[in-house]
């Protein structure tokens, strides 16, 4: 009977689980699948390549040759036909801004390599976990006042943690879309 109960509750957990996932960002799902995957992530993809549509194989093979000649750093590819539906839901912008960062009364120094109007990524080597709150000061080119921002750790890689901004104002939400459409405007 006790064998019984076990699979009984096995079956009350999948939908938990799955209804938890679902609810993660994507980000939050591939450190999960990182997690599981235990250092083999590539038997992982190679079974999501098989389960795709012959489209997503095309479109996923023309934006991996083209990272190959283009150069070496990582990218996002996006396997819908349209390039602007990418994986991320928000524009990002490339950049090297220096943050000073503080979260549970230590002091923290590094830089921010991407920033949207949601949030950054910081290229560290500390220990964070999810959720934990951050106040990030940073100040963008386009705007030298020092930028104060209430944060909190949305997810963790292998380089460094994604922050989302928490409580904008308007002002801070223009300054920091001002900064990421910049480019687009030259």
């Known amino acids: ?4 109960e076990i699979k009984l509750e096995m079956y009350s957990i999948i939908p ?3 209804r938890l996932i679902n609810e993660l960002s994507e980000d939050q799902q591939v450190t ?4 599981v995957s235990k250092g083999n992530l590539k038997k992982h993809l190679f079974k999501a390549i098989v389960d795709m549509t012959d489209v997503q194989q095309m479109n996923l093979l023309k934006q991996l040759e083209s990272l190959a000649v283009n150069d070496t750093s990582v ?3 996006s396997l819908d036909d349209d390039e602007e539906a990418s994986m991320r ?5 490339r950049c090297l801004l220096n943050v000073t960062y503080s979260s549970e009364g230590k002091e923290f120094k590094d ?7 949601v949030g950054v990524f910081i290229e560290t080597e500390e220990t964070f976990a999810v959720g934990q709150q951050i106040v990030l000061n940073f100040t963008l080119p386009n705007y ?4 104060k921002l209430d944060s909190s750790v949305a997810w963790i890689g292998h380089r460094g943690i994604g922050v989302k901004f928490k409580h904008l104002s308007p002002y801070q939400e223009e300054i920091i879309h001002s900064y990421i459409a910049k480019d687009e405007r030259a």
């Open 144 to 147: 030298q006042q020092p930028l």
């Open 75 to 77: 990218k996002t590819v």
């Open 89 to 93: 839901g928000h524009r990002r912008k």
């Open 16 to 18: 938990q689980l799955f």
């Open 111 to 117: 830089y921010i390599l991407d920033i949207s109007s």
């Open 32 to 35: 999960i699948l990182k997690q």
């Open 1 to 4: 009977m006790r064998e019984a």
